[in-house]
């Protein structure tokens, strides 16, 4: 089934902790996305990347990490450098723009990870 | 920079009753603006999507305008059912970058 998979669904991490959400896509999409929830809110946009080897800061960068070695993969390090982490981790792809008329720019999404501070 | 509102913020129906979601955007320049649906503790899925060149997009149920000037969609759900309760966000992408800037979203309850 092609699509978006986040791992793990629901992760704890310690004070003081790096943490590392993994992202995996094979929907063939250059471009990925990192977005961040917190109860009852909108997504704010953390890091996006439209190509490999690229990537850029979006709203709320401060104390979260990216690196896109593979087209496939985006994953984000939540550092020990931000200071509210606890929230719901949403990854997304699509096409970064049409390059022939048949190709969308539909963005789809995994099924989000649920970060916790203990 | 771009603002995404969406009021209400809830919504409660009866079942059978037509649904009427609406989405306010700030920048015209917009590339499309997208629909999703999220279940609790879950991702999004994508409902319908508005390039910015058409005025509608329809699937099913769902039907979704887009007013580019007056910078507002709607999403119109016919004939809700009880499984329809969800929230709903929209997000319009840029013209360029690609971003996705999201509204609050619209949380329904359609009940039996």
């Known amino acids: 089934d092609g699509g978006i998979t986040q791992s793990p669904k629901y992760l704890f991490r310690k004070e003081g902790q790096n943490v590392t959400l993994s992202c995996e896509q094979n929907?063939?999409?250059?471009?990925m996305y990192w977005y961040r929830q917190d109860p009852g809110q909108g997504l704010r946009l953390i890091y996006y990347?439209?190509?490999?080897?690229?990537?850029q800061k979006g709203d709320i960068a401060e104390g979260y990490s990216v690196s896109r070695e593979k087209k496939e993969s985006f994953p984000l390090t939540v550092t020990s450098a931000q200071k509210n982490p606890t929230a719901f981790y949403l990854c997304?792809?699509?096409?970064?723009?049409?390059?022939?008329?048949?190709?969308?720019?539909?963005?789809?999404f995994g099924q989000g990870t649920r970060l916790t501070v203990v | 920079k771009q603002e995404v509102t969406q009021i209400p913020a809830a919504l409660s129906v009866p079942e059978g009753e037509n649904l009427v979601l609406n989405c306010s955007f700030t920048?015209?320049?917009?590339?499309?603006l997208q629909w999703f649906r999220q279940d609790p503790g879950k991702g999004l899925t994508s409902l319908l999507l508005?390039?910015?060149?058409?005025r509608e997009q329809t699937s099913g149920r769902l039907n979704a305008s887009l007013d580019k000037s007056s910078g507002r969609s709607t999403l119109y759900i016919a004939a809700s059912q009880p499984g329809d309760s969800a929230t709903y966000l929209c997000a319009a992408m840029k013209a360029a970058g690609n971003k996705l800037t999201f509204g609050g979203g619209t949380r329904v309850l359609v009940k039996p």
């Open positions: 990347s439209q190509i490999v080897n690229d990537f």
């Open positions: 997304a792809s699509s096409h970064p723009e049409v390059r022939q008329l048949a190709m969308n720019t539909e963005a789809f």
């Open positions: 929907l063939n999409h250059d471009a």
């Open positions: 508005i390039q910015s060149s058409q």
């Open positions: 920048d015209s320049a917009i590339y499309n």
